[in-house]
């Protein structure tokens, strides 16, 4: 038997070619870079509310649902292990004052208790009721009565999790009543499958909250947000809800795929349950997200719908089929190494959602590209919207090009220290 199977492995190196060595070394050295991304200023049981924040600092308070299991580790709150049942809690943040943090940034406690003044730190950390649930809502819906749902990405921890849904719930600005789904991820890249099966297992649990949200009559409009194999999972609840509603609730106007770890063929059978809903969708792409090459070669080399090639043809008349709105940030380079959390921490980007939303309008919505939106935001004037951002024809609205891209990037060098350097941050150097 040892024998037999030291000739299979032998087979098996003649046969590899110079290529698959190259590919095998590049995946490692990913690997390895997301393993130092995941290790670098991690935060580990800094859910602990402090006493107090400080002048200026921005409070978000938030509803957590969770299928994660408790941990007994004092601000840990749930572990990455699978709970019996969803548990919610009410968490408030503090986001320090704008003189200290640019839109975009998340910086962890380093220690509990944190420091208010430049990090972001945990006021209240509480289990919740039904009843205090509604009462929650009634607090923070605000006039429009929106409701953001977040759901995360593989390699997340709680903390991780309720963290980055602070940030991104307050530098949208939209004024919801932010809700973070958080389901069973180890936050470890060696747990990939795991993480997966994990979001498979919470499913159900996500589609009966975005359901319940539909049916309140206190709730006005929903938005759907989700990344990285979050995506799978959102896509997957929503195309329960189609399948068991007969479509999906006028109320949820949009479905939001930040860098989606979604098999591009499992999309195409998920869209066919949705109908008309489709045109919901807006998908952020990057071919260049490194964490997506890992996924891609994990699951047999399947394309991820997160990292398609939007400068084919065929790609292109899929989505323009669809109604679906796409925007490519391809180049543009942010902050964790693996251009992996684009969405959230390019300023314009986040903040071009946030005034979508607060304007009601549907993220993909063509009267104004979402494109055009993170352009004018970058140069600084509308007039210049057109030669900075190109889109492609076939798309019905937002697909940002390489030339764009490009011509973005000498419109800001022209522009100089006038504009600051996070515009040249928000572009790529």
Request: hydrophobic fraction near 40%; include cysteine.
């Amino acid at each position: 038997m040892r024998r037999q199977a030291s000739d299979r492995i032998t087979t098996v190196l003649a046969s590899t070619t110079e290529t698959d060595v190259r590919n095998g070394l590049r995946l490692i050295l990913v690997l390895l870079a997301a393993a130092a991304a995941g290790c670098a200023s991690r935060p580990h049981a800094t859910l602990l509310p402090v006493a107090e924040t400080v002048s200026g600092a921005h409070i978000v308070d938030m509803l957590v649902a969770t299928t994660r299991a408790p941990s007994p580790v004092p601000g840990v709150v749930f572990a990455g292990e699978r709970g019996s049942g969803l548990s919610i809690e009410n968490i408030v943040i503090s986001i320090p004052p704008d003189r200290n943090r640019e839109a975009g940034s998340l910086v962890y406690p380093s220690q509990y208790p944190g420091d208010p003044s430049r990090e972001f730190v945990a006021l209240k950390v509480a289990p919740i009721d039904g009843r205090g649930a509604r009462a929650w809502y009634d607090r923070v819906a605000g006039p429009k009565k929106r409701v953001l749902i977040f759901v995360h990405g593989f390699n997340s921890t709680y903390e991780e999790a309720v963290f980055r849904f602070a940030q991104i719930s307050h530098d949208t600005g939209t004024s919801a009543a932010p809700v973070l789904f958080t389901w069973p991820s180890r936050g470890s890249i060696f747990d990939y499958l795991y993480d997966r099966e994990s979001a498979n297992y919470s499913r159900d649990s996500l589609e009966s909250i975005i359901a319940q949200a539909a049916a309140n009559p206190r709730v006005g409009e929903i938005t759907l947000m989700a990344h990285s194999m979050g995506g799978w999972l959102a896509m997957e609840a929503v195309r329960q809800l189609s399948i068991r509603q007969g479509g999906l609730p006028d109320k949820l106007r949009n479905i939001v795929l930040a860098a989606p770890d979604l098999d591009v063929d499992v999309f195409h059978e998920q869209l066919d349950e949705l109908g008309p809903a489709q045109d919901r969708i807006t998908i952020f792409t990057s071919q260049d997200d490194r964490a997506l090459l890992v996924s891609r070669r994990l699951a047999g080399g399947v394309q991820r719908l997160g990292s398609v090639d939007l400068t084919r043809p065929e790609v292109q008349a899929m989505f323009a089929r669809r109604g679906i709105d796409v925007v490519d940030l391809s180049g543009i380079q942010a902050g964790d190494g693996l251009n992996h959390t684009k969405f959230a921490e390019i300023p314009d980007v986040v903040q071009a959602i946030g005034r979508r939303l607060i304007a009601g309008d549907q993220v993909s919505d063509s009267r104004l590209s979402l494109a055009e939106a993170i352009g004018a935001t970058a140069i600084g004037t509308a007039q210049g919207v057109g030669s900075a951002i190109g889109a492609t024809a076939a798309v019905p609205a937002a697909v940002v090009s390489e030339d764009g891209r490009r011509q973005l990037r000498e419109r800001v060098e022209e522009a100089g220290s006038s504009l600051g350097g996070s515009l040249k941050t928000a572009v790529g150097r």
